[in-house]
């Protein structure tokens, strides 16, 4: 029998008493939103990848910005609103074309009703780059270019950053002979050195970002933000997800973890500390797919840890100094195609952030 998650007032307690003060989820969860009312926890929500198609007629998106956004403001601090997930490398090729409509249409919704200060976006995966390596390469593949410009152009005018799901960890697994192990955790290594721009980079999350902001450049625009709306590292993995360790999991997100504490931006970007969503707070022992999909918390859903990161230490030390840490919650339902008990597979994510 697979363990239910805490429910949302619980899991509000674990973020209090961590000092934790930012969240994502996957979808709005009224049960969520209420709970997270009058607390020091921002919010980002989630529309699901069904609905797009509906979005893009203006009166649907208001409708639902009015049903689901505004019942829970002030009171609950939503800060932004992403439009679907991964839509542009989603199996179905007829969502990419509802994606700008519907992302312009809940902008403006929220806009018309004095919400402009919520952030609409929506996280793509790195799939969207026909190349990566080296970071100054990145470029968009040709066959989304179009739908690409409209929706960074859109991002350019509401001043809205571009997400990304980053995850080393896939590309350690799928050449582990080719890529250094410490290279992906931000342990010590020699790093590489990009040859066209000279940037040195100790790390795979981070030339990730920078192969995003070049494809963003290629295409025209300048002072769009990249951030990272998930990565992380799974504790247990089946026979051939090579790396799937405690240790690995551990060190990669203790790792991040201190980065984002000092505040560490790109090579590209040293002066913009990098925001980053680390996936997950809980194990999810009913989603489906390998192994490692249900190992990605870093904590049991009886919320006892699977692992130390330090959060304990960060919660401490925190509360003695002038700087907050923040985390932010996110459902990883996004990334399953079928339906199981909405509660267990629409629930959080953490971001490690310090503001």
């Given at each position: 029998?697979?363990?239910?998650?805490?429910?949302?007032?619980?899991?509000?307690?674990?973020?209090?008493?961590?000092?934790?003060?930012?969240?994502?989820?996957?979808?709005?969860?009224?049960?969520?939103?209420?709970?997270?009312?009058?607390?020091?926890?921002?919010?980002?929500?989630?529309?699901e990848?069904?609905?797009?198609?509906?979005?893009?007629?203006?009166?649907?998106?208001?409708?639902?910005?009015?049903?689901?956004?505004?019942?829970?403001?002030?009171?609950?601090?939503?800060?932004?609103?992403?439009?679907?997930?991964?839509?542009?490398?989603?199996?179905?090729?007829?969502?990419?074309?509802?994606?700008?409509?519907?992302?312009?249409?809940?902008?403006?919704?929220?806009?018309?009703?004095?919400?402009?200060?919520?952030?609409?976006?929506?996280?793509?995966?790195?799939?969207?780059?026909?190349?990566?390596?080296?970071?100054?390469?990145g470029?968009?593949?040709?066959?989304?270019?179009?739908?690409?410009?409209?929706?960074?152009?859109?991002?350019?005018?509401?001043?809205?950053?571009?997400?990304?799901?980053?995850?080393?960890?896939?590309?350690?697994?799928?050449?582990?002979?080719?890529?250094?192990?410490?290279?992906?955790?931000?342990?010590?290594?020699?790093?590489?050195?990009?040859?066209?721009?000279?940037l040195?980079?100790?790390?795979?999350?981070?030339?990730?970002?920078?192969?995003?902001?070049?494809?963003?450049?290629?295409?025209?625009?300048k002072?769009?933000?990249?951030?990272?709306?998930?990565?992380?590292?799974?504790?247990?993995?089946?026979?051939?997800?090579?790396?799937?360790?405690?240790?690995?999991?551990?060190?990669?997100?203790?790792?991040?973890?201190?980065?984002q504490?000092a505040?560490?931006?790109?090579?590209?970007?040293?002066?913009?500390?990098?925001?980053?969503?680390?996936?997950?707070?809980?194990?999810?022992?009913?989603k489906?797919?390998?192994?490692?999909?249900?190992?990605?918390?870093?904590?049991?859903?009886?919320?006892?840890?699977?692992?130390?990161?330090?959060?304990s230490?960060?919660?401490?030390?925190?509360?003695?100094?002038?700087?907050?840490?923040?985390?932010?919650?996110?459902?990883?339902?996004?990334?399953?195609?079928?339906?199981?008990?909405?509660?267990?597979?629409?629930?959080?994510?953490?971001?490690?952030?310090?503001?």
């Open positions: 029998m697979a363990n239910n998650l805490p429910p949302p007032d619980k899991v509000l307690e674990l973020l209090s008493t961590l000092n934790l003060t930012k969240t994502r989820i996957y979808d709005t969860n009224p049960q969520i939103l209420s709970s997270f009312a009058n607390s020091n926890i921002e919010i980002i929500v989630t529309v990848n069904e609905i797009l198609s509906q979005l893009d007629d203006p009166q649907q998106a208001a409708q639902w910005v009015n049903s689901h956004i505004i019942p829970y403001l002030p009171e609950t601090k939503i800060t932004g609103v992403q439009v679907g997930n991964e839509v542009f490398t989603d199996d179905d090729t007829t969502l990419i074309q509802h994606l700008v409509p519907a992302v312009v249409n809940i902008h403006n919704a929220l806009a018309q009703l004095g919400y402009s200060n919520i952030k609409v976006s929506t996280p793509s995966s790195l799939a969207v780059l026909s190349a990566s390596y080296p970071p100054s390469a470029s968009f593949k040709s066959e989304i270019s179009g739908i690409m410009y409209q929706f960074l152009n859109f991002l350019s005018t509401s001043k809205s950053p571009f997400w990304i799901n980053a995850y080393p960890y896939f590309a350690y697994k799928d050449s582990p002979n080719g890529i250094p192990l410490n290279y992906v955790l931000f342990n010590p290594n020699a790093g590489m050195v990009d040859p066209y721009t000279n040195r980079y100790d790390n795979m999350l981070y030339a990730m970002a920078d192969a995003v902001s070049f494809a963003i450049a290629k295409m025209g625009f002072g769009i933000e990249v951030r990272v709306s998930e990565t992380g590292w799974p504790s247990k993995g089946d026979a051939d997800e090579v790396g799937a360790t405690p240790m690995n999991a551990a060190t990669y997100n203790r790792n991040l973890l201190r980065r504490m505040g560490e931006g790109t090579p590209l970007n040293p002066r913009m500390r990098l925001e980053v969503y680390l996936f997950a707070l809980f194990n999810e022992d009913l489906p797919g390998p192994t490692s999909e249900r190992n990605y918390g870093l904590f049991r859903p009886d919320e006892s840890m699977t692992y130390n990161v330090g959060l230490a960060l919660a401490t030390s925190s509360a003695s100094t002038s700087s907050s840490s923040s985390i932010s919650l996110a459902s990883s339902a996004a990334r399953v195609k079928v339906k199981l008990h909405p509660w267990i597979m629409k629930f959080f994510f953490i971001i490690l952030l310090v503001t």
